[in-house]
């Protein structure tokens, strides 16, 4: 019993030595030869992957592309600002400007010559001004309304918004060449002003030159393009800021898009931004406009006097003796205008009407196109309608800032 005890002694020592070894302790198995070591991705995970890269890039390209979008927004803001405290400057300086008005001997001729180029409603009756008295040249009221229409012919050569402002007709095709007029007698002034002669020389050189984008002398389609940017330019540069007004913008703000020769103000986008003189057909806080005040007077809860009243309230601070009154041939007019300066914005199109049927507007009558500025619905090409949708992102001088009618 003792010795069959002792083996199995030995048997279990001998086990325990085996399981303490080293070759007990590691076991080594033979991979099969078409077994490897994973060393990429599958297909489902690069697919996955590239999803999420995707998502992540498309944020950042929406994120980018937002912020780009409001960095050209502000860009417009500011510098439709500071275009805006220039032209109102120069524009509310005709306040007290000083009016030289040509000598008129005959009562027909001067009446006849005012109506044709004023558009004014004589008034009638006993105290009208029908010949011969009261109503000859001495009369104050016709002189009142002499320098009203001078005043008027001033801001439409000193600040104009198209070309046929400065040729006193529609431009011609082939354009033609503005003879030199220093001295000349406008319509109602004495003379044309200083500044038409700058402007005129500017025009002459369009005039036969080379256009720069379709290789050919100017048409008068390439001069009529961007007109109303162009003349706004002229003004700034010419006639605001002591001359000194250049050094308010930057390189990239100026530009010639239509490559006629003549530069224009550029938004955020890159295209020129556009200028009414008077804009009466333009909605807005900053001014009453031909549909607001038909609104007003349609809506049967206000009484009949409404619109007068706020026509006299808001009257044209240049027509001192309310001589425009609130209405002729059946039209509105007389109310307060504020120069429209605008940008098409993100869409890149301006969505108001900026031309009257023609390029030409013959009279000084601020309200011969009372929807001149007017959003519209109704495109027509030759009056250059745009969608009214369009004109929902507009920026313009009448919401930059803090404007009001006061």
């Known amino acids: 019993m003792i010795e069959i005890g002792k083996g199995n002694a030995e048997r279990g020592m001998r086990s325990y030595r085996l399981a303490q070894s080293p070759s007990a302790r590691s076991f080594h198995f033979r991979l099969s030869p078409f077994h490897f070591r994973r060393r990429a991705l599958t297909l489902v995970e690069?697919?996955?992957?590239?999803?999420?890269?995707g998502i992540l890039a498309s944020l950042l390209l929406g994120a980018a592309a937002v912020a780009s979008e409001v960095a050209r927004n502000a860009r417009t803001k500011s510098l439709i600002a500071r275009l805006h405290t220039l032209v109102i400057e120069r524009y509310d300086g005709y306040r007290n400007h000083r009016v030289e008005i040509q000598p008129f001997t005959d009562t027909a001729v001067y009446r006849t010559s005012l109506a044709a180029v004023t558009g004014f409603v004589y008034p009638t009756g006993p105290n009208g001004l029908n010949p011969p008295q009261p109503g000859g040249p001495g009369d104050p009221r016709m002189r009142a309304y002499a320098r009203l229409a001078g005043l008027r012919e001033l801001m439409k050569l000193e600040m104009p918004d198209r070309w046929s402002d400065i040729l006193n007709g529609a431009v011609q095709n082939p354009p033609q060449i503005i003879p030199p007029s220093s001295g000349r007698p406008g319509v109602v002034l004495q003379r044309v002003p200083a500044l038409y002669e700058t402007y005129a020389?500017?025009?002459?050189?369009?005039?036969?030159?080379t256009n720069t984008v379709t290789g050919l002398p100017n048409t008068d389609d390439d001069i009529l393009a961007n007109e109303s940017a162009e003349c706004l330019y002229l003004i700034i540069m010419n006639a605001t800021g002591?001359?000194?007004a250049r050094g308010m913008f930057k390189p990239n703000d100026i530009g010639d898009t239509?490559?006629?020769?003549?530069?224009?103000?550029?938004?955020?986008?890159g295209k020129p931004i556009a200028f009414l003189r008077w804009a009466p057909g333009f909605d807005s806080d900053a001014q009453l406009s031909f549909r607001s005040l038909e609104r007003t007077a349609s809506n049967p809860r206000l009484g009949p006097n409404v619109v007068a009243e706020q026509l006299l309230e808001d009257h044209d601070p240049f027509d001192l003796f309310r001589l425009d009154p609130p209405a002729g041939s059946g039209l509105l007019r007389g109310w307060r205008l504020t120069p429209l300066i605008i940008s098409?914005?993100?869409?890149?199109?301006?969505?108001?009407?900026?031309?009257?049927?023609?390029?030409?507007?013959?009279?000084?009558?601020?309200?011969?196109?009372?929807?001149?500025?007017?959003?519209?619905?109704?495109?027509?090409?030759?009056?250059?309608?745009?969608?009214?949708?369009?004109?929902?992102?507009?920026?313009?001088?009448?919401?930059?800032?803090?404007?009001?009618?006061?």
């Open 258 to 269: 239509d490559g006629d020769g003549a530069f224009e103000f550029l938004d955020g986008w």
């Open 344 to 406: 098409g914005g993100g869409d890149e199109e301006i969505g108001v009407r900026t031309l009257s049927g023609a390029n030409y507007i013959a009279t000084l009558n601020p309200y011969a196109d009372v929807l001149l500025g007017e959003a519209t619905d109704t495109p027509d090409d030759a009056a250059r309608d745009i969608e009214a949708e369009l004109a929902g992102d507009d920026i313009t001088n009448h919401n930059v800032g803090e404007l009001s009618r006061k």
């Open 242 to 244: 002591d001359g000194e």
């Open 201 to 209: 020389r500017a025009y002459n050189q369009l005039v036969g030159r």
């Open 46 to 53: 690069l697919m996955v992957a590239i999803a999420i890269i």
